[in-house]
């Protein structure tokens, strides 16, 4: 990997990937979109990892798709590309993710953040989309994430001014779960990544895919599903370890089984 770092933490229950072009702002080329994409598709296999963090740096989580790679571009050109294939597997990703974000997180960094399932941000964050400063419009997701966490009127506002919010807006409208102080945001996104992985695993990613689910589906096959997927947890061992150590006032101790 030439633009990202991946590591594990809490048993190896934690995968952490940082974004590694400092110099660029951590601007997201076609190639660094890619190693994200595969390393989050092994991740998903490794039956060690129960969550995964990712990061850029306290300047910048990412300032957006990497403008410079993508100045001279044709119609053609970004097709042939096909650069949203990565965005489409990133959004598969069956364990939860969280971004931990601190500085810019901008265009298609506010879009990765948004794809990711919860934000945890440092007190310098700031998140945008200011696509349409530079003659285009969010592309990976902008217009419709954003408006689903924050709604129609404040994305509109965002989306067609490309102005930025800071961390404490973000918090107010719902785009993310919390601000810590900038020397704690990585602590807090691994001990909110900490409390997932202690859960069964099983049971977070049938619960991730139905929450994502929600966003899909009209409310009465949203139920259907999240049943089905309630059923289905009965024939875990986990189920089994979680019921009987509330029983038997014990802490349960989840396999992903
Ligand atoms: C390429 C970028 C970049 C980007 C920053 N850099 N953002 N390079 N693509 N998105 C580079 C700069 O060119 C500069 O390189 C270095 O990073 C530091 O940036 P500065 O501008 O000098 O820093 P600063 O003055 O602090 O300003 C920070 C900033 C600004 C406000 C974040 O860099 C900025 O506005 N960046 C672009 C934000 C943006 O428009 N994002 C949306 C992109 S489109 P040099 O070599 O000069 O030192 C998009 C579409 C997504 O995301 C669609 C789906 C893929």
Not at 225 to 230: D, G, P, S, T, Y
Request: aromatic content about 8%; overall charge neutral.
């Amino acid at each position: 990997m030439e633009f990202i770092k991946v590591t594990k933490a809490y048993q190896k229950h934690i995968a952490l990937i940082q974004l590694n072009r400092p110099k660029e702002l951590n601007a997201l080329n076609i190639q660094l979109m890619e190693e994200i994409s595969e390393s989050l598709k092994e991740l998903d296999k490794d039956d060690e990892v129960r969550v995964v963090v990712i990061t850029g740096n306290e300047r910048a989580f990412a300032a957006g798709a990497d403008i410079k790679q993508m100045a001279g571009k044709q119609t053609i050109d970004m097709w042939k590309e096909d650069r949203f294939t990565t965005w489409d597997q990133i959004n598969k990703t069956k364990k939860p993710i969280i971004a931990a974000v601190s500085g810019f997180a901008l265009g298609g960094g506010c879009e990765l953040a948004m794809t990711c399932d919860m934000i945890v941000a440092s007190e310098t964050a700031q998140f945008g989309q200011p696509e349409i400063k530079i003659g285009v419009m969010p592309g990976a997701g902008g217009t419709q994430r954003l408006t689903k966490a924050i709604g129609k009127v404040k994305s509109m506002e965002l989306v067609l001014t490309g102005k930025f919010i800071n961390a404490e807006e973000a918090l107010h409208y719902g785009l993310i779960n919390k601000i810590v102080p900038v020397e704690l945001y990585m602590e807090e996104a691994l001990k909110l990544a900490k409390e997932i992985a202690s859960m069964s695993p099983l049971a977070v990613q049938m619960a991730k895919e139905s929450v994502k689910r929600s966003f899909e589906v009209p409310l009465d096959e949203g139920l259907q599903f999240e049943r089905k997927n309630f059923y289905m947890l009965f024939s875990s061992e986990d189920q089994k370890e979680g019921m009987n150590a509330f029983v038997e006032k014990r802490r349960a101790d989840f396999k992903g089984k």
